[in-house]
């Protein structure tokens, strides 16, 4: 079916290390002793907490509500008792902490009741729900709900299904392919029923023969519109943008979704999760992971989301002489500033990393154009013009040179002969020009509001000066009418005391409403923080007026 | 001598006319230099520039009354933009007028609250919830963190604090420069 | 004119705002003429002459210039006492005439000039703008003093070559003897940027110890001062 | 309030004030000029006196030698592309020595300008460089001021030589078989000096009798 | 013709009205912060410089020198120059907003700007006839907008060089200014035909 | 704290400046054997000075001495300046010329990697003008004994007659300016002339080139420059000489001389003050030797490779900004 290759341009090859963990057949991972489930497994969402400490819970029982376009559930992973909803640390690099489930395993691993989805007689919409109830999101690294992927868009030609795992040291695709290739494929085929997709590409890097193999025996079974495509092994041949490049010869810019462009793109971790989803019905509660590196016993586990790491190692056996662990590959992983952070969806790998695999890089020195680093970047970006103006903060410059193309797949820093940390440098760009928009927005939201504000008190005054010249007017009527010398001429005259004197009265009169003014015209976010801030204020209120008796 | 009086004198009458005329019909209009300087201001409208509010503070920099170092809130950030956009060089923020601060919130002790609505009538983006008589609250996501509030309270129940570190505004920090490191 | 507001527009015009340390107009005279210490002297004198008399001519008559037309008035007065200073130049220095050429010319041009005039006589008295005016150009005649000497000495190893065009019976110092090999990038117009960005920064350097002394002495001061401000 | 009438109004007065102010500063100027006229010429020409001084004695003449010129149109002999001047010495009536204005096109940098005095005897009496734009330090030896051997400046070998006496064939630089000397690693300057004098004395010594008979202040 | 080529090469490369013949440098110095800013300025000063070539030409050639009032040059060339300047930017401003609004807020510093009385100045020294003027007039502009929009280039990239400290900013754009007049020297002698 | 990638390619700038020097290497044993061996001393005095130049302003400044002094690319600066100066210069310019080199053109900018212009050429420009005499004095190959140079070199009395001879490329280009003179004429009546350009120096140009090919199979420098430079080279060279040959100089010739193979692998190639988009490269390359050739034959300098080289790293921004390549994903996007 297929007939060419498209390549990519640059690309670096570093020493694959795939050999130490491959060879060993995926392992179900022990029981943990309590799991840390986040809430927040998708990339801009948490999800609303459903469950209470000291709640029992199934495995695969709802225990988190995704919220907002980008969100899906969380369940959890084992039958046991919730201990704790509290922030744990994340494998992310900030090291920040998020609100997770802590839950206390009762061993017995019971399932809660799930039936398969009969694919064929649901509407689409039905079925993106369910896979959104089953909690699937990205497994590739990403972690993008899978269900918004599939959702968008029609007109596919092509879905390509990322097997490439490109990055060194991580096997658990390759695994997962060798062992499971039919239940990837089903997924796969689901996938494509569901996108409407007329023909599948696996991509898998030729360095997977058997993987390759299992999954060409596999396709076979499946007709036509399908094929096992071994691509040459280059870094990062397994981004997406670079797969689909190399499968299709499509490039899609950054800012573009594949879909534009009729293709779409899923790991092989994802089509199985897709798999056991609409076949088995069940949620999306363990993945394959690879534990390498410096370790005794290199390999592939089949472990529960929320087990902590800590846990996870022992069953490698990091050697004395590891410094640090890394989370994901050496090119694009985190380096882990505390192991107490849990398996999540996106979890592929942990290394352990010593000094002697893994050398810290010599000192820093300065980029001297030789464009080594331009000639590896797969995005054809040119990397040092991005580092030049990022490390001035010349953030404008950095984005008229495609800083947002840039993927951070760390070729660039890679070969770079300075050693200079270039990916740094774009993830502070980038980050720093997220925080300008944000402020942007703050400080246009504030003019808003204070041009308005002025707008409201320019207001308020006419209307007051009306209603004490009307006031003043009646009084001199009265005065006329009755003769009585005027109460106090001298508070109608002088506009200060009459303000206050206007101020006084209409606080008095309105003292029952209490909605104050100041709060027109706002956005839904900011309307429900009131809702709630006076939530709590009647709440108050009510203690006080309790207490008052 | 006459000649080079006449020759001038002709060149002058015509220029002198010419300007004199022109000067009058094509008045210069309203001045959009303002709203540029105005769109890099902060607004958070604190004063600390000198000036009662942002706007202010743009026109008297667009009349050369102000330098652009003034504004602690907008930062070194703000004033580089400023002088790009007036092709001006760059200085660092005036002493007198303050530092440059983490960007905090303003947050009210409810329970110390009178609800004397003085930090309402101070607020000036209208950030602060509450009627006379009622604790306030203050909504933190449209809070500036000018601190106009901070003084006016009574019973000193306002404090500014920073704003939390979340993933959401967590940002990668500018990579250690390893040449000075060394040193 | 108080000696308080003297000794401010003497340090302004030398130090402070000096036209081409700082203010960074009129530059054209000061790299094109500052091949020798006469040339940029000789120039530098011209100018202060006109400065000080267009300062003098526009405060005087700042009353009767009408707001529409000043800058035309300027320029016009400008030029006229250019054109004067330019004619005794021709007449009784007839060889530095020659090699300044366009230079005395142009002084019309010299933004400082009417930098000066627009925003100094045209708002002061006569005698204060008179004084800024002889400082402003007093600045800028110690600059290209400087500059002319450096450049001389660098590029000819001599001091004050051509001095008999103004005084016949003096003559240049050798320096150098007659047997330096001449650095001649120092007369040719490189020479002039390197050694007026060598003074700029030199200038820079000067002016940081001056912060850096001045924020140390009064730091003693400040903690009391900021006490309120750290409570707070 | 009318723009039009404002505007007209404006014009006028600006005008006028725009008209007092030049008529009161050209008249300043004017009359700096006229007072300094004088000395501007006497300048001019003292400046042009003491050039042709340098190339030759006033004893050497008793007449007003400046009056005493013909304009040349177009010359090649004389490298002059657009005319020059020719100036004519007397001593008591008799010719004496013509001093001309000549142009050596082949320096290194560009045209060399010189003003050559050769006697009625086709002695030359002097050399001088008017304009150059050789390479300072290198080059410009050409012109005394800058030549470091201000005892024996290289201009000066060309003063009391005969060009009947040496020829066209040796008027020229030694590294072209002549009889002058040249500085080592700016050889093209002199040779451009040397072979212009050549030229110039050759050119004065031939026309020697019809520039004498020109009319003073004509043209050849 | 060839005299017209050559006019233009010296005005433009050998004798850059910047880095050779040391002219117009505030606004060289002042106005090349960016590139965009450094386009317009050389719009406008080319447009008014070989206008003001023209017109001074006129009027040296048939006002000053048959009245032998040649010591007025400086005074007229400055005084019509200045209403050249004011004069195009009512023009513009009434014909054409949108090139205001790009090349408004340079024209007033041309006035100020010496190449623009400086090269009118050399016109009458070196006897061009009123096409050589143009011509060397309009050379003169090229060169001193090529030499902003360079220099704007390469400040553009200093901007994120680690300088001394002293000479951060201008001394630095000094130092550069002096290495492009040593580059610019390389064409001395490509007029020497002329 | 490290980022990712945690991996890195063996590679430092240490290494590839200890290429360019490895480079040299064969031009160097072909110079001291051929033409003048002096130059070994010339490279010394460079090196020192190029070294203390870098170590002074660090002191200055207040930075650490050892990452900047072991790149060894100050030393690449030396060398190729040591190379380009005539062999017979005192020790005193050579070493001026290094500190302009190092102080006023590298580290006024802030060191390695940010000085827009070639440090090497700027300073052999600044020396050409500065000492046009000295700059110009070049013995004949081979002509000298080692006592005589390194004499010269130490600042024994100069004879200059007795030994200056002006390069090829003086000779023609002086040559020239003789009425009725011919390439011809002139390379038959000067003896010292070899088949291209002058006896000994010839052997020059292959040895560069020999050192280039090393740098371009060990992927330090990209096929880009050196090709377009030679390219441009003899393109217009040969368009003038098959015009007129009697005139104008063969194409061999002129790729054969001055500083012309020399500046198509080691000096166009510096990456620092280059163009470093590939489009950029080739115009950029390009460009400079069109300009040299225009110097060299219409020009007062008799070689114009480093002006034209100066002259085109002032235009390395703007060529920089036209010629950025399409990003991935965008290559349909319309030119900025
Ligand atoms: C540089 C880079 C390398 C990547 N390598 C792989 C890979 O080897 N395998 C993979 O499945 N995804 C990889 N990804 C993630 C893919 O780009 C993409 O997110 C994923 O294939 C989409 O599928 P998903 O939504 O099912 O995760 C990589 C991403 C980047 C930026
Ligand atoms: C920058 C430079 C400027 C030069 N200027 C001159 C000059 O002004 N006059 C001159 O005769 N030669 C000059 N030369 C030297 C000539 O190019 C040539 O080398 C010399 O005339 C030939 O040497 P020779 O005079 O010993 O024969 C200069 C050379 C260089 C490199
Ligand atoms: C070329 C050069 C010249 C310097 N000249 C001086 C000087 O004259 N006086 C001085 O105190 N420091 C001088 N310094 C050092 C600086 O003042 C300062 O210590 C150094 O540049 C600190 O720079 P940084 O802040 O960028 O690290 C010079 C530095 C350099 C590189
Ligand atoms: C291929 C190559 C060529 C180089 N060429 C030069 C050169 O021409 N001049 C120079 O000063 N340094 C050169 N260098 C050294 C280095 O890049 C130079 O010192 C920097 O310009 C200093 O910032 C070169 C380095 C390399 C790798
Ligand atoms: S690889 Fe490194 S040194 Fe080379 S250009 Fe890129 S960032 Fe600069
Ligand atoms: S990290 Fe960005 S710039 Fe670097 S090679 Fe990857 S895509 Fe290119
Ligand atoms: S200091 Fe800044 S934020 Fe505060 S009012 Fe002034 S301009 Fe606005
Ligand atoms: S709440 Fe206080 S700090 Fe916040 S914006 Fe209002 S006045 Fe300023
Ligand atoms: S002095 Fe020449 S432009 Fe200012």
Not at chain 1, 3 to 25: A, C, D, I, M, Y
Not at chain 1, 276 to 302: D, K, W
Not at chain 1, 497 to 502: D, F, H
Not at chain 4, 189 to 217: E, K, Q
Request: aromatic share 8%.
């Amino acid at each position: 079916m297929i007939t060419r290759l498209f390549g990519f341009k640059g690309g670096v090859k570093p020493e694959s290390h795939k050999n130490e963990s491959s060879g060993t057949p995926i392992q179900k991972a022990p029981m943990p002793k309590r799991l840390v489930i986040p809430l927040r497994q998708s990339i801009r969402s948490t999800a609303r907490c459903l469950v209470q400490p000291g709640q029992k819970v199934l495995k695969g029982e709802h225990i988190g509500e995704g919220e907002g376009g980008l969100g899906t559930s969380v369940h959890a992973s084992t039958s046991g008792t919730v201990v704790e909803i509290a922030p744990y640390p994340m494998a992310h690099a900030s090291g920040l902490e998020t609100l997770s489930v802590v839950i206390e395993p009762d061993g017995e691993d019971r399932w809660i009741d799930h039936t398969p989805l009969d694919l064929p007689t649901v509407s689409r919409e039905e079925a993106l729900a369910w896979l959104r109830g089953c909690g699937i999101v990205g497994m590739g690294g990403a972690g993008f709900p899978t269900h918004v992927k599939v959702g968008g868009g029609r007109g596919i030609e092509t879905l390509v299904i990322n097997g490439a795992e490109c990055e060194p040291w991580i096997t658990c695709d390759d695994r997962l392919m060798r062992e499971r290739a039919p239940e990837v494929l089903s997924g796969a085929m689901i996938l494509r029923e569901l996108i409407g997709a007329k023909q599948v590409l696996v991509g898998v890097e030729d360095n997977k023969p058997e993987a390759i193999a299992a999954m060409q025996a596999a396709a076979s079974t499946l007709g036509d519109g399908i094929a096992v495509v071994p691509v040459p092994t280059l870094y990062p041949a397994g981004g997406e943008k670079q797969l689909i490049r190399v499968l299709t010869g499509v490039e899609i810019p950054q800012g573009k979704l594949g879909t534009d462009f009729g293709v779409q793109c899923f790991n092989v971790g994802t089509a199985h999760a897709v798999h056991r989803a609409i076949c088995f019905g069940e949620p999306l509660v363990s993945r394959v992971v690879t534990l390498t590196g410096n370790v005794a016993r290199p390999g592939n586990y089949e472990v529960l989301l929320g087990t902590q790491v800590a846990e996870l190692l022992e069953l490698a056996g990091p050697k004395a002489d590891t410094d640090r662990y890394i989370m994901g590959g050496p090119m694009m992983g985190t380096e882990l500033q505390s192991l107490s952070v849990p398996v999540t969806k996106g979890t592929n790998c942990v290394i352990s990393a010593s000094p002697a695999l893994f050398p810290p890089p010599p000192p820093e020195l300065p980029c001297i154009r030789c464009g080594a680093c331009a000639r590896a970047c797969p995005a054809e970006l040119q990397p040092f013009e991005l580092y030049w103006f990022s490390r001035a903060k010349n953030f404008g410059k950095a984005q008229e040179y495609h800083l947002f193309d840039c993927i951070e797949c760390g070729c660039c820093a890679f070969v770079c002969p300075s050693r200079i940390p270039l990916v740094d440098y774009y993830r502070f760009a980038k980050g720093e020009i997220w925080a300008r928009e944000r402020e942007r927005q703050a400080s246009d939201q504030a003019r808003e509001r204070f041009e308005f504000r002025n707008f409201r008190q320019e207001r308020e005054k006419e209307e007051k000066a009306a209603k004490l010249a009307a006031k003043a007017a009646e009084t001199r009527a009265k005065i006329a009418d009755t003769g009585e010398p005027a109460p106090a001429p001298t508070e109608a005259e002088d506009p200060k005391k009459a303000l206050i004197a206007a101020a006084l009265a209409r606080a008095k009169q309105q003292q029952a409403a209490v909605t104050p003014r100041n709060t027109e015209d706002l956005s839904a976010d900011v309307q429900a923080e009131i809702a709630d801030i006076d939530a709590r204020r009647d709440k108050l209120n009510q203690q006080d007026a309790d207490k008052a008796p | 001598m006459l000649t080079a009086i006449l020759i001038m004198t002709g060149i002058a009458i015509v220029l002198g006319a010419a300007l004199g005329y022109a000067s009058i019909r094509f008045k210069v209009e309203g001045d959009p230099l303002v709203e540029k300087i105005d769109a890099i201001l902060p607004q958070t409208q604190c004063g600390q520039c000198g000036y009662p509010g942002c706007k202010p503070y743009a026109q008297a920099i667009s009349n050369g009354e102000a330098d652009i170092n003034q504004c602690p809130p907008g930062g070194e950030e703000g004033i580089r933009k400023l002088a790009d956009l007036l092709g001006r060089e760059f200085k660092p923020l005036s002493e007198e007028h303050g530092t440059e601060k983490p960007k905090s919130v303003a947050r009210i002790d409810e329970q110390v609250c009178i609800g004397c609505t003085l930090c309402i009538q101070a607020c000036p983006v209208d950030a602060i919830l509450g009627a006379a008589k009622q604790m306030h609250t203050v909504v933190a996501p449209l809070c500036t963190g000018c601190e106009l509030c901070v003084a006016p309270c009574p019973v000193d129940c306002i404090s500014m604090v920073p704003v939390a570190e979340t993933v959401e505004n967590w940002k990668w920090k500018y990579p250690v420069h390893e040449l000075r490191s060394v040193a | 004119m108080n000696l308080q507001s003297f000794r401010e527009s003497a340090w302004n015009g030398l130090w402070r705002q000096n036209t081409g340390l700082v203010q960074l107009l009129g530059l054209c005279p000061i790299l094109a003429v500052s091949t020798s210490v006469v040339n940029a002297a000789s120039l530098g004198l011209a100018t202060v002459v006109v400065m000080a008399v267009s300062n003098l001519a526009v405060a005087s008559l700042r009353n009767f210039i009408p707001y529409e037309i000043r800058i035309p008035v300027f320029i016009l007065i400008i030029a006229a006492l250019t054109t004067v200073v330019d004619l005794a130049f021709n007449a009784y220095f007839h060889d530095l005439y020659l090699v300044l050429g366009i230079f005395i010319p142009l002084i019309v041009t010299n933004c400082i000039v009417l930098a000066r005039v627009e925003a100094y006589a045209a708002k002061n008295d006569p005698v204060s703008s008179t004084v800024d005016g002889v400082m402003m150009g007093l600045g800028l005649v110690w600059l290209l003093a400087v500059l002319g000497g450096l450049r001389e000495l660098a590029g000819n190893g001599t001091l004050f070559a051509g001095i008999e065009m103004i005084f016949p019976g003096l003559s240049a110092i050798s320096v150098f003897g007659p047997d330096y090999p001449g650095f001649l990038i120092g007369i040719l117009p490189p020479g002039a940027f390197f050694a007026l960005a060598c003074l700029i920064a030199l200038s820079n350097v000067i002016r940081a110890r001056a912060a850096k002394r001045k924020a140390a002495t009064q730091e003693p001061a400040a903690p009391a001062a900021d006490q309120p401000a750290s409570a707070a | 309030m009318s723009a039009r009438y404002t505007a007209a109004r404006t014009s006028v007065r600006t005008a006028g004030i725009m008209v007092l102010f030049t008529v009161v500063f050209t008249a300043l100027m004017s009359a700096t000029f006229q007072l300094t006229r004088p000395a501007i010429e006497a300048s001019a020409l003292e400046g042009k006196m003491r050039l042709i001084r340098e190339v030759l004695p006033p004893s050497a003449y008793d007449n007003a030698l400046l009056e005493d010129s013909v304009a040349l149109g177009r010359t090649p002999e004389l490298g002059l592309d657009q005319g020059g001047h020719i100036y004519r010495a007397r001593m008591a009536g008799q010719a004496a020595a013509l001093v001309l204005e000549v142009v050596a096109p082949d320096g290194y940098a560009g045209r060399i300008q010189l003003v050559v005095a050769v006697g009625v005897d086709g002695r030359v009496s002097g050399v001088r460089v008017t304009a150059h734009k050789e390479t300072p330090g290198l080059g410009d030896y050409i012109d005394p001021n800058k030549d470091r051997n201000k005892s024996q400046p290289w201009i000066g070998q060309f003063a009391g030589v005969s060009f009947a006496d040496v020829g066209l064939e040796k008027w020229k630089v030694k590294r072209d078989g002549g009889n002058f000397a040249y500085r080592s690693g700016a050889t093209i300057s002199a040779r451009a000096v040397t072979n212009a004098t050549a030229r110039a004395a050759d050119y004065a010594i031939r026309n020697r009798d019809a520039l004498f008979a020109a009319p003073a202040g004509g043209r050849l | 013709m060839t005299s017209y080529i050559f006019i233009i090469i010296g005005a433009v490369l050998v004798n850059n009205v910047v880095f050779v013949r040391i002219l117009g440098l505030c606004p060289f110095m002042g106005v090349s912060k960016k590139l965009e800013t450094a386009v317009g300025m050389g719009a406008a000063t080319t447009f008014v410089l070989t206008l003001a070539c023209g017109t001074s030409y006129l009027i040296d050639h048939y006002l000053l020198e048959p009245f032998d009032l040649a010591f007025m040059r400086t005074l007229s060339f400055i005084v019509v120059i200045a209403a050249i300047v004011q004069l195009t930017e009512l023009v513009i401003q009434k014909t054409s907003p949108v090139l205001h609004q790009v090349l408004g807020i340079y024209l007033p510093l041309i006035t100020t700007n010496c190449a623009v009385l400086g090269i009118p100045l050399l016109n009458v020294g070196l006897r061009h006839d009123l096409l050589e003027s143009l011509l060397f007039g309009f050379g003169s502009s090229i060169g001193f907008t090529m030499a902003l929009i360079l220099f704007a280039g390469i400040r553009e990239r200093l901007d994120g060089a680690d300088v001394p400290t002293p000479f951060r900013g201008t001394a630095i754009a000094m130092v550069t200014a002096g290495f492009m007049s040593l580059a610019f020297m390389g064409f001395a002698g490509l007029d020497r035909f002329h | 704290m490290i980022n990712s990638p945690y991996i890195r390619k063996p590679a430092s700038v240490q290494g590839v400046m200890l290429a360019v020097l490895i480079a040299l290497v064969p031009a160097i044993v072909v110079y001291a054997s051929q033409i003048a061996a002096v130059v070994l001393v010339n490279l010394a005095i460079a090196t020192c000075a190029a070294l203390a130049g870098e170590a002074l302003v660090l002191k200055l400044r207040g930075r650490p001495l050892a990452p900047a002094l072991s790149d060894l690319s100050a030393v690449v600066t030396a060398w190729l300046l040591a190379l380009c100066f005539p062999p017979i210069l005192p020790w005193w310019a050579t070493a001026l010329g290094v500190l302009i080199a190092i102080v006023a053109v590298k580290h006024l900018y802030g060191g390695l990697g940010q000085n827009p212009f070639n440090p090497a050429m700027v300073a052999y420009c600044a020396m050409i003008v500065a000492f046009p005499a000295l700059m110009s004095q070049w013995p004949a190959a081979g002509q000298l004994d080692f006592a005589t140079q390194l004499g010269l070199v130490l600042g024994g009395a100069r004879e200059l007659d007795a030994i200056a001879s002006a390069t090829a490329l003086d000779t023609i280009k002086t040559g020239l300016r003789t009425a009725g003179a011919t390439v011809e004429s002139i390379m038959g009546q000067n003896g010292n002339f070899g088949f291209v350009s002058g006896r000994g120096w010839e052997w020059l140009a292959p040895a560069y080139a020999l050192g280039g090919m090393y740098l371009l199979a060990r992927g330090i420098i990209t096929w880009h420059m050196p090709a377009a430079f030679l390219g441009a080279l003899a393109a217009i060279s040969a368009a003038f000489w098959l015009v007129d040959p009697a005139h104008y100089a063969s194409p061999l010739f002129h790729l054969a001389s001055g500083g012309a193979m020399l500046g198509a692998f080691f000096i166009v190639t510096d990456p620092v003050s280059g163009a470093t988009t590939p489009r950029g490269k080739l115009i950029f390359a390009a460009s400079i030797a069109l300009v040299a050739y225009i110097i060299r034959s219409f020009g007062a300098f008799p070689e114009g490779v480093a002006f034209a080289v100066l002259l085109l790293n002032i235009c390395v921004p703007l060529i920089d900004m036209n010629t950025q390549p399409q990003v991935f994903g965008h290559r349909g996007d319309k030119a900025r």
